[in-house]
């Protein structure tokens, strides 16, 4: 389902894109792809269902951010951390395709 959205949530919809592609790019870090799509989701202006589907996901990045870096207990790397985080990832590259936006900063 293709919705539309205000010029400045295009902006953040780009942000978020971008965020989440330096990340499966190994550009930043799981700490900065969670901390960044928080500021992000508190800029929307979109439906409440979108914007709660979209913490729910950010939730569970955070939640496997939490537990990888649990001082008190160091980890090795779990693999069924990593799927929930993939998993997170493509979900919320799935709800960001919910709302089609150039690429290019066009906003018309």
């Known amino acids: 389902m293709n919705r539309s959205a205000s010029a400045r ?3 953040q919809l780009r942000l978020a894109r971008a965020i989440l592609r330096d990340y499966e790019l190994g550009r930043v870090s799981l700490r900065k792809l969670v ?13 409440e269902a ?14 496997a951010l939490a537990l990888m870096s649990d001082d008190a207990q160091p980890r090795e790397w779990d693999p069924s951390l990593e799927r ?13 395709a919910q709302y089609p936006v150039d690429d290019d900063g066009d906003e018309d």
């Open 35 to 47: 901390s960044n799509l928080d500021a992000l989701w508190t800029e929307f202006s979109l439906d």
């Open 84 to 96: 929930a985080v993939g998993d997170a990832v493509l979900a919320l590259e799935d709800l960001l």
């Open 9 to 11: 949530d295009r902006r």
């Open 50 to 63: 979108w914007t709660n589907r979209y913490r729910e996901e950010w939730f569970s990045l955070e939640t």
